[in-house]
């Protein structure tokens, strides 16, 4: 079991920047890879960021170039910089972790945390 706790979300006026953190315990040496998914309003939750145990990142089109996923191991956490932030941007942002062990795969969820972005 993996248990994942979301911190950072707020209110930013358009233009501005939050960091988001993902701290992760439990069974944490099963964690393939991390990443940040967001939902909003009447659309589907869609993955925003995500980095591999070994580094590799990928990025939303929409978000390449403004946020920026990076780790720190010995805190076992997973942070989500946000810069140039646009009312868009606005959603409930999901932490995810995927566990691999063998041929079987499990995701993880944290609770959500709101960034609403006022233009």
């Known amino acids: 079991q993996v248990q994942l706790v979301e911190s950072g979300g707020g209110l930013v006026q358009a233009g501005g920047s939050l960091r988001l953190s993902c701290a992760a315990s439990?069974?944490?040496?099963?964690?393939?890879?991390m990443g940040w998914y967001r939902q909003a309003p009447g659309k589907q939750r869609e993955l925003v960021a995500a980095?591999?145990?070994?580094?590799?990142?990928n990025y939303a089109d929409s978000v390449k170039g403004r946020f920026t996923i990076s780790r720190d191991n010995a805190k076992n956490t997973v942070y989500l910089q946000m810069n140039s932030l646009k009312p868009e941007d606005t959603a409930v942002y999901y932490c995810?972790?995927?566990?691999?062990?063998?041929?079987?795969?499990?995701?993880?969820w944290g609770q959500g945390t709101q960034v609403t972005v006022s233009s």
């Open positions: 980095i591999t145990s070994g580094g590799s990142t």
């Open positions: 439990g069974s944490i040496f099963s964690i393939n890879a």
């Open positions: 995810n972790a995927l566990e691999v062990a063998g041929p079987a795969e499990r995701d993880y």
